[in-house]
């Protein structure tokens, strides 16, 4: 399997086991995406996606109808997405990806949690030559269509990466698919067009090189993580340290 595949399925192992905290993830990008292009999902592809996201994720309905409605709510805050990139203890690349109203209070929330914790933030765009951004479609396989054949009408989208997989709690088969991150509306469209049906879709940042650290050097960039990962205003942190084996 890919290195992409690899990577990713070893970070969600250990990623958003909160489910709530799941739901406020997708809800934040469900309101910027409502906000950006209106909140009729036909005329939204943007917004489309992130509602099958939150089928997949079981969001319930209501809370995802209050996420729309919160794009017009003009107390509501006028969420951006920000990112932060620095360097961890014993030199392992964090990428944060985060949505605020407040770029102040997460900057200076963000630079606490890297100095306490042995790393240090860097400027934006400082780390981004470290990682592939990338679009990750998962979608279920199409009568007729072989994961060659698909391989090659996609080739022209960037797409570089595709797995056969078993969904682990339907047992159903899946196809994950990897793109050019500036791809992404137009292999949403074509998978659209084609009748395929998508489970779900992201924007994923895999690290070009897995950095090995001792259980020692792994505990003390694990607590830096999970500090960042449980503020409120990020959606998402990226690493290039590799994972444990099974």
């Known amino acids: 399997m890919g290195r992409a595949f690899e990577y990713r399925k070893a970070r969600k192992l250990k990623r958003w086991g909160n489910m709530s905290r799941t739901f406020t993830r997708i809800g934040k990008e469900i309101t910027i995406a409502a906000k950006a292009g209106g909140p009729d999902p036909a005329t939204n592809p943007r917004l489309r996606a992130l509602m099958q996201n939150a089928k997949a994720a079981n969001m319930p309905k209501d809370t995802v109808e209050r996420a729309i409605k919160k794009a017009t709510d003009k107390d509501a805050g006028d969420y951006k997405e920000i990112t932060y990139e620095g360097y961890g203890p014993h030199g392992i690349a964090i990428f944060v990806e985060a949505a605020t109203d407040n770029n102040t209070r997460t900057v200076a929330n963000v630079r606490s949690y890297f100095t306490k914790h042995g790393g240090s933030l860097g400027t934006q765009g400082s780390l981004t030559f470290l990682f592939d951004h990338k679009s990750v479609f998962k979608i279920k396989p199409k009568d007729g269509v072989g994961l060659e054949d698909l391989e ?6 960037g797409v570089d990466e595709l797995e056969d997989i078993v969904d682990d709690e339907t047992g159903e088969e899946q196809v994950i698919l990897y793109g050019a991150f500036e791809e992404y509306a137009n292999i949403q ?3 659209e067009d084609n009748g395929f ?9 895999i690290p070009n090189d897995l950095k090995d650290v001792t259980p020692e050097q792994r505990a003390a960039i694990e607590k830096l993580l999970e500090r960042i990962e449980e503020d409120e205003d990020v959606q998402n942190v990226f690493h290039n340290m590799r994972e444990e084996a099974e």
């Open 152 to 157: 090659l009408e996609l080739i022209d989208y």
């Open 189 to 191: 469209k074509y998978l």
């Open 197 to 205: 049906e998508i489970i779900s879709s992201e924007f994923e940042r």
